[in-house]
């Protein structure tokens, strides 16, 4: 349990707007069961750690989390960094000692507690942006086609109105995904019966050794919102997709139909990490969780969008705390009615 200054700043930050700066953490404001913890890992750390001055990107230290999540929640990470290419990637893999890492692309479908992350966090926002042109091309059926590579730190929403511009169809269903193409080829994103492993025709892969790896899509295994990798852990940095030939117009009036869907049943002017809830087979989570009244429940901060109740909004202020506990109960009280577990979507960490 936090004690003493930190939790009575986490208790003022609770209360009020995301306006707030959370003062920056002093040795004295951390909790006694993290200090220890923090000073063992710092000592091991400045040993594995020496790649800060040998890259050219950023270096950050117990660097909010709350600032790179959709969420808008998530305590301090204990080592923070921005890298600015592929080169400092892979010096920062070689480096990093026995620490742990976590990388994140727009920080969507995540929730980190309350007490932040013990280890490295590596952010993909300044790198891994760019999108090669279209390569045309006939198929065996004759039918015009495109391949597209595209790197793991772009947008999904902006590669799918990229890629519309040259009259290419395939993924026009996910123009309103939120995250980045790397953790949309990882967690296998879909929406309007679409899924990016349907035109994923392999990817460029580095794992945590700072190997680099091409899999072809017969060497991945795809489910329901979660890709298997022939290399347990490691990053998607390129993905190249096979892209039909479509008409412009048709292309844009569906991205212009799912936009304005997304827009009237889904949250999105308020911070939320996407669904909460993966769908169980023949069912939508929304609906059990709506058909259990639970539509605008809240605990601390945290509550169930009133627009669409597979999610759960920060309404200013909430903690990690507040949406771990409110997604217990959602899932107690739709078991209850409905007899049906519901699997979370989100990662928690």
């Known amino acids: 349990m936090l004690s003493g200054p930190w939790k009575q700043k986490l208790i003022r930050y609770a209360n009020t707007g995301t306006d707030y700066k959370l003062p920056m953490r002093t040795s004295l404001d951390l909790p006694r ?9 710092r000592k091991n750390m400045n040993l594995s750690l020496s790649f800060q001055n040998k890259i050219k990107g950023e270096v950050i230290y117990d660097e909010m989390m709350s600032k790179y999540t ?7 990470a204990d080592v923070f960094v921005l890298p600015a290419n592929l080169r400092d990637l892979q010096i920062i893999l070689k480096h990093r000692g026995s620490c ?27 790198c891994f942006k760019s999108i090669k042109q279209p390569v045309f091309y006939k198929s065996i059926e004759g039918e015009e086609r495109a391949l597209v590579k595209v790197d793991g730190g772009v947008k999904l929403s902006y590669l799918s109105k990229f890629v519309a511009r040259y ?14 193409v790397g953790g949309s080829v990882a967690m296998n994103a879909g929406a309007e019966g679409a899924e990016i492993s349907q035109v994923l025709r392999s990817i460029k892969f580095l794992t945590l050794n700072g190997e680099i790896k091409t899999y072809s899509k017969s060497e991945m295994v795809f489910a329901y919102r ?19 030939n479509g008409k412009i ?8 139909k799912y936009l304005s869907r997304r827009g009237l049943t889904q949250p999105l002017n308020m911070p939320n990490s996407g669904s909460i809830f993966k769908n169980p087979d023949g069912e939508k989570a929304g609906h059990l969780i709506e058909s259990a009244g639970l539509k605008g429940c809240q ?17 200013g ?14 899932q107690t009280v739709v078991e209850e009615k409905s007899g049906i577990k519901l699997e979370q979507e989100i990662i928690v960490i």
Do not use: C
């Open 33 to 41: 069961t993290i200090l220890g913890r923090k000073i063992t890992q």
């Open 70 to 76: 959709s969420m808008r929640i998530g305590g301090p």
């Open 100 to 126: 742990p890492i976590l990388t994140i692309g727009e920080g969507t479908n995540l929730l980190v507690r309350d007490r932040g992350i013990r280890g490295i966090v590596i952010s993909l926002k300044k």
């Open 167 to 180: 009259g290419l169809s395939g993924i026009e269903n996910l123009v309103g995904v939120p995250g980045s």
């Open 226 to 244: 979660k890709t298997m990798f022939p290399s347990k852990d490691g990053i998607v940095i390129e993905a190249e997709l096979d892209l039909a």
């Open 249 to 256: 117009s048709d292309i844009y009036l569906k991205m212009d």
């Open 299 to 315: 605990i601390g901060r945290a509550s169930v969008s009133i627009k669409h109740a597979n999610f759960i909004v920060n309404k």
């Open 317 to 330: 202020g909430a903690l990690a705390e507040d949406v771990i506990q409110l997604i217990k109960h959602i």
